[in-house]
């Protein structure tokens, strides 16, 4: 099956660095990507939709800025959680749609990275 | 506009006794819809989807779900917990186009009594 992993799984930094996630699709090629957000004991939140050679789509109240997503190759996007504070600290997780695929409207999911600003 | 509401945040069941998440959808299209569950920490795992085949849908770990168009429902049952069922579980919704982004329920967390 399709598999997408995401590096680090985990991540502490301090206040006012950034940090860069990677989400990777491994044995499939991904146009669309997205980028959740989940809170403690909450659901997914989408934060921005990522498209291989275009902007990212952001969702409404999403800093564009602050959440800086780059989608290079059809295998690989990143998201640069820039000048990050303590309250940026969460659970961040990628999924992939393989558009070739049979089921093209499911989305694969990565691990999840876990971000800690101190 | 696609939506979907997980009815209860919290379900609690004794080990071997039948598991039910409840879930409503609502849609303009006919939806694709899936049930995940993540365990604490963890990343998402399909567990079973729906894509306008069969309206019984049955998935790994014994789940499995049925798609009632006439009640807009999508639950999803067990017919016996076992203690590592404990999860939390998410019921999604997505429609049928390639530029669709898919909508999160609120989430349900099982929790299994001994």
């Known amino acids: 099956g399709a598999v997408v992993s995401q590096h680090p799984s985990w991540v502490i930094c301090k206040s006012g660095t950034s940090v860069k996630i990677e989400c990777r699709s491994l044995?499939?090629?991904?146009?669309?990507m997205f980028w959740y957000r989940q809170f403690p004991k909450q659901s997914l939140m989408l934060m921005a939709t990522?498209?291989?050679?275009?902007?990212?789509?952001?969702e409404q109240g999403v800093e564009k800025d602050k959440f800086l997503i780059n989608h290079a190759s059809l295998t690989l996007s990143t998201l640069t959680v820039t000048s990050a504070h303590p309250e940026d600290s969460s659970f961040y997780i990628c999924?992939?749609?393989?558009?070739?695929?049979?089921?093209?409207?499911?989305?694969?999911f990565g691990p999840g990275t876990r971000l800690t600003v101190t | 506009a696609q939506s979907v509401t997980q009815l209860d945040s919290h379900v609690s069941v004794s080990e071997g006794t039948p598991v039910l998440l409840r879930c409503n959808y609502s849609?303009?299209?006919?939806?694709?819809l899936f049930w995940y569950v993540q365990h604490p920490n963890k990343g998402l795992q399909l567990l079973l989807k729906?894509?306008?085949?069969?309206?019984l849908v049955k998935g790994i770990n014994g789940f499995e779900a049925e798609f009632k168009k006439s009640e807009t429902s999508f639950h999803l049952t067990k017919p016996s917990a076992h203690m590592s069922d404990a999860a939390e579980y998410f019921c999604?919704?997505?429609?049928?186009?390639?530029?669709?982004?898919?909508?999160f329920g609120s989430g349900t967390r099982l929790s299994i009594r001994p």
């Open positions: 849609s303009s299209y006919s939806p694709s």
């Open positions: 990522s498209n291989e050679g275009s902007k990212a789509t952001y």
């Open positions: 044995d499939f090629q991904a146009t669309t």
């Open positions: 999924s992939a749609r393989d558009l070739a695929g049979a089921d093209f409207d499911e989305q694969y």
């Open positions: 729906y894509t306008s085949a069969a309206t």
């Open positions: 999604v919704v997505s429609e049928p186009s390639s530029a669709s982004k898919i909508i």
